[in-house]
């Protein structure tokens, strides 16, 4: 499913220090895989350092970023890698920015909606999907574990949900 649109993967939130660090909110696996890329967002940022914060994010320095004032500025910037700069997967495995956007149909072919979100909160990931909008109702969503009890088959053109798995 490799393509050229950008993945967010971090975004800045902060100065840290006088020397242009700046802190990061991590959206994916930690700070250690934001190692393996050399750039981001097409090669605006160069990244020289990176280490935790101890608090679930992380701390970075980049060489377009050698003081406070620029590392301030940067703030609510988002560090996004492209997608075919991403490693090659192992069968089963994926990336949560592939997940969203699909469509979700039961085992029967019954439309469910669209995959809107994947979390984790420690054991299966979550896929959340939201429903067809209903004119003159709120948009219902609901939550389904991304496993193969529940996500019969999935692929780049769509999931197939047990139903039983679906909350009206």
Known sequence: MADSSPVTLAAIIGAHGVTGDVRL?????GWESLRRFKSFNGGAFTL??????????????????????????????????????????AEGEYYFADLIGLPATSETGAALGTVVDVMNYGADDIIEVERPQVEGQRTKRFMVPMNRQAVLEWSAAGMIIDSAFVID
């Open 48 to 89: 020289k350092t990176i280490r935790s914060d101890n608090k679930g994010g992380a701390v970075a320095r980049f060489a377009q970023c050698c003081d406070r004032n620029t590392a301030e500025k940067l703030r609510g910037t988002a560090l996004t890698v492209s997608r075919e700069d991403f490693p090659e997967l």
């Open 25 to 29: 909110k991590l959206f994916g696996e």
